[in-house]
């Protein structure tokens, strides 16, 4: 079997740890009880019901950005072929094999936050590391350059 060229595992950056959004929630929680309480003696309850809600979306949003930081892409080269392997955090994994001889880097370094990194083949555009930031994309890009030069000299 060829030995791999690059073996690189792409992951968003997870949020916090569950303990620190824990006491996040629960610091939010007691604020938003203390003004929900404040309305009600003052006779404002329909207040109340929507500094509930508040915390409970907060709560939602931190449980989804949990969930979205369990996917992740793992991007294996040899010198025969180059797989990408992507692994959401809800759905089925898929699998996308390229002719490394073939691919060709596409990230175009414009210091904007939406700059895309491709790889293309024969027609086909397989866009990578979307969740990660700019200056990480483009160190990754460069990287799989690099990897790639090595994998066509052979």
Do not use: C
Not at 4 to 27: E, F, G, H, I, Q
Not at 122 to 133: D, M, N, P, R, S
Request: glycine share 6%; net charge positive.
């Amino acid at each position: 079997m060829d030995e791999p060229l690059l073996d690189a595992t792409l992951r968003p950056n997870p949020p916090m740890s569950p303990r620190a959004l824990a006491l996040v929630l629960a610091v939010v929680a007691a604020i938003n009880l203390a003004f929900a309480l404040s309305f009600v003696l003052r006779g404002a309850w329909p207040i109340a019901p929507f500094m509930g809600l508040d915390v409970a979306l907060l709560a939602w949003a931190f449980r989804e950005s949990r969930i979205a930081a369990r996917a992740f892409e793992r991007i294996t080269l040899t010198v025969a072929s180059l797989v990408i392997a992507r692994h959401p955090a809800r759905g089925a994994p898929s699998r996308i094999a390229l002719n490394p001889y073939w691919a060709r880097v596409d990230y175009e370094d414009t210091g904007l936050p939406g700059a895309k990194l491709s790889l293309r083949s024969h027609g086909t555009a397989v866009q990578i590391g979307a969740f990660l930031g700019a200056a990480e994309r483009a160190a990754f890009a460069q990287t799989l350059r690099g990897a790639l030069r090595k994998a066509r000299d052979g």
